[in-house]
Nanobody, 118 residues
Framework: QVQLVESGGGLVQPGGSLRLSCAAS????????MSWYRQAPGKERELVAG???????NYADSVKGRFTISRDNTKNTVYLRMNGLNPEDAAVYYC????????????WGQGTQVTVSS
């Protein structure tokens, strides 16, 4: 079955770094655009970063220059390198896989918690 398993979250001090990983299985990973979303308490889920099947990337303005998304199709894994973390980055981070028309398929991981605190 389809699985997206995030890892790498945790507690980090302001200014610190983390690398999130999302291991995919059960579908053709290389054919899917991959994204990271986050949701903080009381807020809507928001797009953080995305990477296309040809490794084109896009970022939310709030993370540009600090976060880097990448993918390794040989490992069926997408990464999010996060530098310069601040308390506003604290949230549950979710991995998403999407394939457009005509398949219109969309998968979500269970999320990994990122806490930024001194």
């Amino acid at each position: 079955q389809v699985q997206l398993v995030e890892s790498g979250g945790g507690l980090v001090q302001p200014g610190g770094s983390l690398r999130l990983s999302c291991a995919a299985s059960g579908f053709s990973f290389s054919r899917y655009a991959m994204s990271w979303y986050r949701q903080a308490p009381g807020k809507e889920r928001e797009l953080v970063a995305g990477i296309t099947t040809t490794s084109g990337t896009n970022y939310a303005d709030s993370v540009k220059g600090r976060f880097t998304i990448s993918r390794d199709n040989t490992k069926n894994t997408v990464y999010l390198r996060m530098n310069g973390l601040n308390p506003e980055d604290a949230a549950v981070y979710y991995c998403n896989a999407k394939r457009g028309a005509p398949w219109n398929t969309n998968y979500w991981g269970q999320g990994t918690q990122v806490t930024v605190s001194s």
